[in-house]
Each structure stands twice: as C-alpha cells, then as structure tokens.
C-alpha cells in the first residue's frame, strides 16, 4: 500500500488556508449524528475532546488515571513556544518552522512543521483565554524566555508549571463539557484494542481498572492520544502509568507505526541512585539559560568536591564544543556531549555518571533572588531528590529517555493507515523529526487538538460517510474475548518472575544497545535477547489476584507485555536506518568530530511498518520526505 | 535501614478494612517512600500474595494521583512535599509508620490505600472554567494582566488536586481546593465574567458531594504540597457573600 500522506500542492504557506477550504464540513445539525471516541485526556486528548464536543460531535473521553487531569501532559516544565515575536527579536511563523525542521534533523514532514508554527499563536491565545496563568512582565503583558535550540525568545511559560497550568485549561474546558453533558467522561478505564470492522476503525474495547469489566465501546471514528513509548526503556521521565498499549495494539490491527528508533534522550535528568529506583526526574532544561554545564579536565579531579576544581581545570564542554548557542544546543547534542565526557571517565557522582549543571556564575550576575524567582521549584525539587543544595552546590544531571518522536504514521489529517482512526499529540510520529526542541511537545499536542483535528475529522465524516455500526456487532465481542483470554493467560501463568523485575531487564538492555548511542552489533544482539526475554515473561510472569477487580500488577502486566513486542520494532527500526540523525545515533555513522552523519540520500524517508502477524518480520514502508521550501543542510550548533 | 510497616488493606469499597503488618528491610535513604513500597510490593508479589494498592503516576509532586496518610498525617507531614516526593532519608532504622488512604465520606476506598476522588472533577464540572470556546479568542496581549495579578492567580492554580486538604481536615472540608480554583480564574480579568456563578456553583456542588463545612483550622494549608494560602479560602468566602447577597 503506498502511503499517501495527502499534504497538500501549492506553496507551503498557502497549504493550510487552501486545505481547510477543500475540507468538506459537516453541518451544525448533523455533528451530534456523530460520535467519537477520544482515548487519553493529556493536552491533545483533552483539546481535542473539548474542541470536538463543542462543535457539536458526541464524544467520549477515556483514561486511565483517577482523573482527566493527572495525564503526564502535566509534568512539562519549561514551557510552549509561539512564532509570536512579542520579544521584538526577529521571530516569525518561518523561523520557528525552520527552528523545528533543523532541530528535527530533517526529518519531519515540512508541510505540517510549517502548520504547526501557524497556528503556534492561535495556542498562545486560546489559554490565555481560558485563564491559563502565564508569566507576565510588569507592565502586564506576556513574559518569555528563550529555550534551546533557538536563539530568540519564544518560550511562554508559568513558572516551572507550564504543562500543569496548560494541562488544567484543557481539562477545565472538558470538564465543562463534560458537565453540558456534550462529552462522557470514562477515568479509571483503559483501552486493551481496537475494533476495526470492513477496515474502519469503529470502536474499542476497554476494561473499568476498578470493577475489571470489560467493555464495547462503537463510533464513527476513534482518537488515540496516548502519549509515547519512553517507559519501554523502563526508566524514563515519563510517569509510571505511561505505556505503549493503544498505539501498539492499533499497529496490530493495521494502523502503520512509523520512525519508532527516534527517541529524545533529555540531557538534564537526576542521575540514577540505585536498583530500586523507579523513574528518573526531568529537571527543566530552561535552567540551561542561565546554569552552565562542565566536568573536570582530568579524571582525577573527579571525585573532589566541585568547589576545590579550580576554574582552569573545568571543562565547559557545550560552551567549548558549540560556542554560538553553547548550553543551549539541542537535547540531542548535549547528551551525547555529557555521555562522551562520562564515556571518557570525566563523569562526576556516583559511578561517575553525571555532569555539573553550575548556578555559580548566575547568582554572582543575577543575585540570589532572582535565580530563586526563576527556578525556585527546580531547585527545590532536587534537594528533596538528592538532598543536596544546588545554591551551594552545582546541580549533578544526567541523560535520560524523556520524549519519544516516533508513533502512529498520520497523514497530514492527523489520520492514520486506518480510515477513522485518528492519532494526536505524542502518540503520532508527525511533528518533531529525529529530535523535538523543547517546549514544542506542549505546542503539537495543543496544536493537534484544538486547532487541526476538529477540521480534519469533519473531513473523514462528510467525505466517506462511515456506516453505523453498534458495539453489539459480532467484531466487539470478540475482541471482547481476545481481551478476557490475554487476561486470563496473565493470571494463569503464576510464574516466578514479577513484572517489574522483567520490565527493567527490558529496559535496561534497551538503554544499553538502543539507547544515547547504538551500532550494528549491539542491535543484533537486543533483537535476539528481546525475543528470549518475552518468552521468558509468558512462561514465568507472576501475576496475583483476579481479572475482576482492581488489580494494578494485571494493569501493569499487560503494559509490559505489549513493551515486550514492541521494543523488538524499536531495535528492528533502529537497525535499519544505517545513518545517524537527532536522537538516533549509530556509532558507525559519525564525523571526525563525533557529530551525528545523516544519510540524505537513503534515509530521507519516514519508516512505516505494518504489522504482519505474530512472529513475522514487519514490513517497511517509506514516505519519501521531499523538502520544497528548506535546504537539506547539516545542523550545525558551533 | 529496616522498617515496620502498618498497612490498611481492604479487598474493595464493600468489605471492611484492617491493618496488617510488613517488615520492609535494607530501605536506602535515597529511595522515595513510594520506592520503598514498590520493594516491599516485590517481596508480596514473590511470596504470591496481593500487592498493596496505592495509586501513583508522575513520581515528580505534579500530577496530584498520589495520597497516603503517613503516620497519620497526609503526604506524611514534610512541608510542601506529596508522598511521591517524600524520601527515606526522613526515616530511621527501626521505625514503625502506619499508612492509611485518605479518609472521607466523599472519598470512598476503592482498595487498600485508593480511594475515588471524582467528586473533585465534578466540582471543576460545576463550574471551575472560563467559558470560551476554541478559536475567535482575542491576542494574547490584548489582556494585560498585571504581574501581581498573574502571580497570584498562579500561586492559587498551583493546586494538583490530591486530596490532601479534604484528608487532614476534621471536617473533610474540600474548601481550600474549591478556593484555589475559584480563586485562580476569579482574580484573573478573564474569569471575570462568570466570577459570581462560579463561586456559587462550586460551593453547591461542594456541599452536594458530602465534603464538610470548614472551620479554618488551617490543617489544611499545613499538608498542602503545593501550600496553597488559606487567604484563598478568604477570598472564596467574599466572593461567595458578594454573589449570595446578589442574589444570582
């Protein structure tokens, strides 16, 4: 099957107009023929659950926190950027597109970067309507602050809570919503597959996580915005709860998933402090704006206290490596610079895995208070991690996994191989190319939700004309079946082996042969321990209690179980792009000076695989990626 | 460090609950305290028993799904800290610590230390928003704000909606998280318009869910991990009046 990604002709900063007056719309009155079906309540799920019901469309929203707003969306730190130029400082909607393409490495799809900065400012003024708290300058107006990979100020932001106060707009205008009656809201309640009936997607089925039961769920289109794989790696920033589950079951059934290999390793994490530990902590990279990151020049010096280095005997790395956007290069650059110099035996702390991330500079500057106004709840946050005092002492980070770029392959509608299934935010592959700038994860899932798919959607509706189908229908029930046997072989198998402890053996050989850098050898070897170790997870899984009552190992299990599979894709992607681009970095393709090489004339393309059965290869598919406006360069940061 | 644990378990929202006892051994102080359950959950789950139950999702203080009463005190006591946050490092080699779910009638158990808060959502469903639809919102930067305004309208949307106020309260007053999102939109110019409504609303709705009346004993501030300013109760408390007295 080719994959159309139905981008629109013209020039590109005409595709959007044009195509929203191409899309055919669905009349006022006839909406609430509609349903839809919306699963995760984060920024896109949220967005777009409220967007939709207000434009008439019965919706029902599920997650499976106790609450639509505990979804991770709220966990962001830094903030959401806007082609605003409210700083005066040169922004523009085509600089903020570029910004993103070149941080992504060339390899999104430029059509929908470019929509993206469109309607970044359409964001901006959606929350502020709503109440969204943004930080403010004296005179009243919104405040900003720059972020990396950029090199004006476009960052909006509250305090070090943007995704929080972002997250409860959403929630607030769905909880609204909810309460005209337009939207049913399902918490506590997962999606365990998809329904998909003469090849549309009509529905889906899902278990109440406190009474166990499992449900039939039928409309005329579903919505997956589920969020990413980060917690494959089984230690990521990503909250316990996050998982692949709806994503890779919609691949089971046919909905492509594309660039699965591009994963964001996030240079300012907490380091790991010991086996138990049960994720890793993001501290906001805006504290790159002002901390300054180093290790010793020479390895003996690390295990002295930072104060008695002398400043002739640090290494400024980011500073020395990239002079013009020093400790703000991108993500994916400054944690592959922090691994080389831990790799070179300059790591600081415990097992010498950490870099400093010093305010020493920034108070003598700044003063103390206005280091405190800035990052106040970051610091605070890490002395109750770590114990330490980042006033006194300089921060210890380290890389860890935080965002996934890949997902669900969506056409330029936000839809995907599977007419009527729809993915959003995170979940889909669109946006971010190889590697996401921050402050954009809060803009696409926004973006998607408020502003693209309630156009897309009436599209799909007024165009095909979907038939109706009941959640009665024979294809619900057994999919209802699949899900009580996949249940039950779960309980049944009282191996020896908790989920847990099969899950961060998962990760861990991820982190090592997937992770910051991977080669040829190390992917053959994970692809064929993957398969051992989930063999081992359905012979020896040890699973307590019952399938009809709240059951969290069952809940967690089943997540697991699906990371196993999917973490195969993950390695077999990763393998195949014999090049190195943004979070991707194979060893083998590298430039003298340890930069990432790209391959622009083989590996331009998005991968898309399509499932093929259990035990079979998956099969790739490629949608070219053709730049009309932008060169193809190489990124440079120096 | 090696510690005792006193643990409510109960099967679910019907059958009555109890403690039961765990020895939680070799506890590092670098663990955090739900860490140390997931070590003690690994040792259940090994013997091929039941787990504790007890809800969690961000493990970084911000998503509001954690709530243990820890030595009987919500989030265990330390200030401006969730449970998730908390560390070993505030404990020693021997003690004992009772762990039970929040309690109050507006928040049933559901199992062992979880407990459904959904009266909270229902509350924001009252009236916890600004009415505007997507699209046809004004510039950003056609309503100034003035920092004050916005940093403290800030401080009240700070609230993760855990419970805890509800938990520590002798009363089970839902009146501090109520307060800090009436507060939140109705300081801002854009809650404005629906300032009188909102209060009433969620106030009604409050009342409605069975959560008690408050008696500003400030418990509640004292275990916020956010520590939401009980000034905020103040502030619902006139807008409440302003909007009773009119009659709307």
Redesign the interface.
């Known amino acids: 099957m080719p994959l159309d990604s139905k981008i629109p002709s013209g020039p590109l900063a005409a595709k959007w107009d044009k195509h929203r007056f191409d899309l055919k719309l669905v009349n006022p009155a006839n909406k609430r023929k509609f349903d839809i079906i919306v699963v995760g309540s984060g920024l896109a799920g949220a967005s777009a659950a409220a967007s939709l019901a207000e434009l008439g469309y019965k919706v029902k929203c599920f997650c499976f926190q106790d609450s639509p707003r505990r979804a991770h969306s709220i966990a962001a730190q830094g903030g959401i950027n806007a082609a605003k130029n409210y700083q005066n400082d040169g922004d523009s909607i085509y600089r903020l597109f570029y910004d993103t393409i070149k941080g992504g490495d060339f390899r999104a799809r430029e059509a929908n970067v470019y929509r993206l900065a469109q309607v970044s400012g359409n964001i901006i003024d959606q929350c502020v309507a709503q109440g969204v708290p943004f930080a403010r300058e004296y005179g009243g107006l919104l405040a900003n602050r720059s972020f990396g990979g950029a090199q004006v100020s476009r960052t909006f932001y509250a305090r070090g809570q943007t995704g929080q106060q972002l997250l409860l707009g959403a929630y607030q205008a769905l909880c609204r919503q909810i309460g005209l009656g337009t939207v049913e809201m399902h918490p506590r309640t997962e999606m365990l597959d998809l329904v998909v009936i003469d090849g549309q997607a009509k529905g889906i089925v899902t278990r109440n996580l406190v009474s166990g039961e499992i449900g039939s769920h039928a409309a005329d289109a579903v919505v997956l915005a589920t969020g990413g794989y980060g917690n494959v790696f089984f230690l990521s920033t990503n909250a316990k709860g996050c998982n692949v589950t709806a994503t890779w079951r919609a691949y089971k059934k046919g909905a492509f998933f594309a660039n699965p290999c591009y994963t964001q390793i996030h240079p300012t994490c907490i380091p790991v402090s010991g086996e138990h530990q049960s994720k890793l902590t993001l501290m906001s990279e805006s504290l790159r704006n002002d901390g300054r990151v180093w290790v010793p020049k020479r390895k003996e010096d690390c295990p002295k206290a930072a104060s008695s280095v002398p400043e002739a005997d640090r290494d400024y790395f980011l500073e020395r490596k990239y002079p013009s956007f020093g400790n703000l290069a991108p993500r994916d650059i400054s944690s592959r610079s922090a691994k080389e110099v831990c790799d070179e035996g300059r790591g600081v702390g415990p097992g010498g895995l950490g870099v400093y991330l010093d305010f020493a500079d920034a108070i003598r500057r700044l003063g103390l208070h206005v280091v405190q106004e800035r990052y106040g709840n970051l610091f605070d946050m890490y002395e109750k991690i770590t114990g330490e005092n980042a006033y006194q002492v300089p921060m210890r980070i380290y890389p860890a996994v935080h965002y996934t770029m890949g997902g669900s392959w969506v056409d330029y509608n936000l839809m995907s191989t599977l007419p009527g299934l729809f993915v959003i935010g995170e979940a889909n592959f669109s946006d971010h190319g190889a590697n996401r700038l921050g402050a954009s994860a809060l803009m696409q899932g926004l973006a998607d939700g408020y502003f693209v798919l309630p156009y897309t959607i009436g599209n799909y509706f007024a165009g095909t004309r979907p038939a109706k189908v009941a959640a009665s229908h024979a294809e619900f029930k057994r999919a209802e079946e699949n899900v009580r046997q996949l249940t039950n072989k779960l309980l049944s198998i009282k191996g020896k082996r908790t989920p847990t402890s099969l899950h961060r053996e998962l990760g861990k050989l991820l982190w090592e042969k997937c992770g910051m850098a991977r080669n040829e050898a190390g992917l053959k070897e994970a692809l064929k321990r993957i398969p051992e170790l989930r063999d081992e997870f359905w012979k020896n899984v040890n699973v307590t209690g019952g399938g009809g009552e709240l059951n969290q190992s069952l809940e967690y299990a089943g997540r697991v179980a699906d990371f196993m599979e999917f973490a195969e894709l993950l390695c077999i992607d990763a393998l195949h792009r014999s090049e190195s681009c943004g979070g991707h970095f194979r060893e083998e393709f590298q430039t003298p000076d340890g930069e990432a090489k790209r391959d622009d004339e083989n590996f331009a393309y998005v991968a898309a695989w399509e499932y093929q059965g259990p035990a079979k290869a998956p099969s790739l598919h490629k949608e070219p990626l053709v730049y009309e406006e932008v060169h193809m360069s190489t990124r440079s940061y120096k | 460090m090696n510690l005792t644990l006193r643990v409510w378990r109960q ?2 929202a019907e059958a009555p609950g109890h403690f039961e006892t765990y020895e939680a051994r070799g506890v ?5 305290f ?3 359950l ?2 003690v959950n ?1 040792g259940i ?2 013997r ?4 504790i ?1 007890f ?11 954690c709530s243990l009463v820890i030595n009987g005190i919500p989030h265990g006591g330390h200030r ?2 969730a449970t998730c ?3 070993m ?1 505030h404990f020693k080699d021997g003690d004992t610590i009772t762990i039970e779910p929040w309690r109050a009638k507006a928040f049933p158990v ?2 062992d230390l ?1 407990t ?3 009266a ?2 229902r509350i ?3 009236g ?8 046809g ?5 056609c ?5 004050t305004v ?2 403290k ?2 401080d009240a ?2 609230c ?2 855990c419970g805890a106020c509800v938990a520590a309260c002798k009363n089970a007053s839902a009146m501090l998280f109520v307060a800090a999102k009436a507060s ?2 109705n300081l ?1 110019p ?2 404005k318009a629906e300032k009188d409504q909102r209060a009433l609303r969620m106030v009604e709705q409050m009342d409605a869910e069975g959560f008690g009346n408050c008696t500003v004993t400030g418990s509640c501030e004292a275990v916020c991990p956010k520590e939401i300013s009980l000034s905020f109760i103040a502030k619902l408390n006139r807008d409440f009046g302003i909007a009773a007295l009119q009659g709307k």
């Open positions: 099967k679910n590092l102080e670098d663990m955090s739900l860490e140390m997931d070590v690994e789950l090994e091929g028993q039941e787990p139950a809800d969690s999702d961000c493990r970084e203080g911000i998503c509001g799904m401006g800290t946050q908390l560390h490092r559901l199992k979880v459904n808060r959904s909270f959502d924001v469903q009252a916890g928003f600004v009415s505007v639809n997507t699209g919102t004004p510039d950003g930067n309503i100034p704000v003035a920092k916005a940093d309208s800030m949307a700070a993760i909606g939140h939109l801002l854009q809650g």
